[in-house]
């Protein structure tokens, strides 16, 4: 398919694109980096693509995380939160019982932990900021 945001995005582009988000948007961040790096593919000039995720939630089945090019996505969750471990991991399938949905996490996984007692609490922006405050100090 062609996207006409796809071509403004990466048209005469040199300096590397940086998508991150945080919850829901890290999982949408984790689509646009795919469609983005399946552009690329097709583009030899378009600029590197990076993505940084903070709590998200599984995104793809097998077939979508073997296509993903786990090099240039970087993926933080707390072991503490509940979205990341949403949907889990193995799901089942009603049309086909023998034959489970399976779900991973794409990029390259980063883990901490830090639970304040309650799943809205682990999963606040403020805690995973806290975590990227000990990488830097």
Excluded: C
Aim: hydrophobic share 35%; charged share 20%.
């Amino acid at each position: 398919h062609d996207h006409p945001e796809l071509k403004e995005v990466f048209d005469g582009k040199e300096e590397p694109l940086v998508i991150l988000g945080f919850s829901n948007y890290a999982a949408v961040s984790n689509l646009l980096l795919y469609l983005l790096q399946r552009k690329k593919q097709t583009q030899s000039s378009n600029p590197t693509v990076i993505g940084y995720g903070f709590g998200s939630p599984r995104v793809g089945d097998l077939l979508f995380t073997r296509q993903f090019d786990d090099s240039m996505y970087f993926n933080t969750v707390n072991e503490a939160d509940i979205i990341p471990n949403v949907p889990l991991a193995v799901m089942p399938n009603p049309q086909k019982p023998a034959d489970p949905y399976l779900y991973e996490h794409v990029g390259q996984m980063r883990s901490f932990q830090k639970n304040l007692g309650t799943w809205s609490f682990n999963h606040a922006l403020s805690v995973y900021r806290e975590d990227l405050e000990t990488l830097v100090t």
